[in-house]
């Protein structure tokens, strides 16, 4: 099984649609909502980000070594293989 981890945002209705879609296909997940991370996490996610090329922009899913930013159930599909 592919790894997932998602950096979010605890108000962002399109972060609630991701999680929402790895649950409904039970694939499990790790998740750290960004707004309610301490300053040494919110580093790390932001440096994460920058690391693959990308924005702060959320949802930011990583599928193992790849990367989506936004909420794409399609892309997720192709990634996942389902």
């Keep these: 099984m592919k790894k997932v981890v998602m950096y979010t945002l605890s108000t962002c209705p399109w972060c609630m649609r991701a999680k929402k879609f790895f649950r409904e296909h039970d694939i ?39 990367v989506v930013v936004g909420y794409n159930p399609d892309k997720y599909t192709i990634l996942l293989e389902l």
């Design 28 to 66: 499990p997940f790790e998740y750290t909502d960004y707004d309610k991370a301490d300053d040494k996490t919110k580093e790390a996610i932001k440096e994460d980000c920058l690391a693959h090329g990308s924005e702060m922009s959320f949802p930011f899913v990583k599928i193992d070594d790849e």
